[in-house]
């Protein structure tokens, strides 16, 4: 019996004892691939040898300084890196301990922005439905999932929201791509309009989503469309990054791939890739430089902001991926993936879709193929299908599909960088099995 509280409070599970590369083994020996890097972390596998070396090198020199009395090399060197491969003017980074974290600074960095530019009355955000942006509050509260949201709602800010992007579910059987993003981007501005962009700090979106979606990318000019109706409308862009982004999808930022520039990016999961907590936010001119020319001090902070080992471990984990130029192997790998899915699984009888970008690949499992009805939630496809991958060893992330069933259960991939192709083949064969025998 475990005194930890875990998601579920009826089940344990089970106990991870070692982890080498891509493969997990728990106390009794057996060994896991770890197919979905965790939830999408494990960027460059465990135990790299490099990481350690430079994680240890930080914990016997200084493992932990106060940011309200010193930074410390590892914290600048990271910020140095993330600004010079950064596109634009994304100059700035705040560092933080994880994801919820990022998206709450940027949220209270856009405020700032605002109320330093002369705004005050900018108090809301526009939000996507079907997307997540984390469990704090503020986080919550500009995501999308209803069921994660209900018995929170009474303590959450307003916030206007837009469909997201998800064209195998919403585009129209006549319409084409650029019809259904030029609806979707319609959509925003009529809810700009609606809402008053004299109210709205920020749109917030994640670039390619994922965890309440199964990796979706977005369609072709659409967040080109964002970009254009928030410099018209006078509001922030805020990408957030933080499962899709740091080469995941196979360019550092998934938003290069669409050509835009944000205003302000979070990142996390893949910054550190597992070895040691940390979020970070990449934070434009635009929006810095009336702060610093302003009041001079952002309101806000935590304890372990800046924390140097966390920073040490992230700027080796950066480094490895450049020197060994991983987002080429990412493309390469990702395009592997996305095809074998393809091939492998669309034909399948409850398979709706397979999607992805990079090795951010999703597979939505639905009742009815024509119409995309979703399997009923209470059936919890998902559960079962993480549970019978494992019994197989291998780790999937699975997620459930909405009550409305506008969404099927899905099952998200995202292998570290250093997949080999026949561990590739052995997730998608393994995958498949467990589809079949889960939905006979
Ligand atoms: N934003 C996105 C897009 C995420 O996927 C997540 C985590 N799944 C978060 C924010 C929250 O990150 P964390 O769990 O590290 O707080």
Not at 83 to 106: C, H, K, Q
């Amino acid at each position: 019996m475990s005194h930890i509280i875990h998601r579920s409070l009826k089940v344990t599970p089970p106990v991870a004892a070692s982890a080498q590369g891509v493969w997990i083994t728990d106390r009794s020996g057996k060994r896991y691939l770890d197919a979905s890097g965790g939830a999408a972390v494990s960027c460059l596998g465990h135990g790299h040898p490099d990481v350690l070396a430079a994680l240890h090198q930080q914990i016997d020199t200084l493992a932990y300084a106060h940011t309200g009395f010193f930074t410390s090399d590892a914290a600048e060197q990271l910020a140095d890196q993330l600004v010079r491969t950064a596109p634009g003017d994304l100059n700035s980074v705040y560092f933080v301990s994880g994801g919820s974290e990022a998206v709450e600074t940027a949220l209270k960095l856009a405020r700032q922005y605002c109320v330093e530019t002369g705004q005050p009355e900018k108090t809301t955000f526009i939000g996507r439905r079907q997307s997540y942006h984390g469990n704090t509050l503020g986080a919550l509260a500009v995501g999308g999932n209803e069921w994660r949201r209900k018995q929170f709602a009474p303590l959450l800010m307003d916030v206007a929201r837009v469909s997201a992007c998800n064209a195998y579910r919403d585009r129209l059987p006549d319409e084409s791509e650029q019809q259904y993003t030029e609806r979707l981007l319609n959509e925003l501005e009529q809810t700009i309009l609606d809402t008053g962009a004299e109210k709205i700090i920020g749109f917030v979106a994640e670039t390619v989503s994922g965890a309440t979606t199964g990796a979706v990318p977005p369609t072709r000019g659409y967040f080109a469309g964002v970009r254009k109706l928030c410099d018209k409308y006078g509001l922030l862009y805020i990408a957030d990054e933080v499962m899709c982004g740091m080469g995941r999808t196979g360019t550092l930022h998934a938003f290069e791939q669409d050509d835009v520039v944000p205003d302000i990016v979070t990142v996390a999961k893949g910054l550190g890739g597992g070895y040691q907590p940390i979020g970070a936010v990449l934070v434009s001119d635009k929006v810095m430089e009336p702060l610093r020319n302003g009041s001079g001090m952002f309101q806000h902070g935590h304890t372990y902001i800046c924390h140097p080992t966390a920073a040490a471990a992230a700027l080796a984990v950066q480094q490895v991926i450049e020197r060994d130029n991983l987002l080429s192997r990412v493309q390469h790998q990702g395009n592997y993936l996305l095809q074998q899915l393809h091939a492998e699984l669309a034909g399948l009888d409850f398979v709706g879709d397979t999607r992805g970008r990079g090795l951010f690949a999703g597979v939505e499992l639905v009742r009815d193929k024509t119409t995309k009805t979703a399997f009923d939630p209470a059936h919890k496809l998902h559960a079962a299908i993480k549970s019978a991958c494992l019994e197989k060893g291998l780790m999937v992330y699975p997620m459930g599909g909405t009550i409305d069933g506008q969404q099927g259960d899905h099952i998200l991939i995202a292998p570290p960088f250093i997949i080999e192709p026949s561990q590739l083949d052995f997730v998608v064969e393994t995958l498949k099995q467990v589809i079949i025998r889960e939905t006979a």
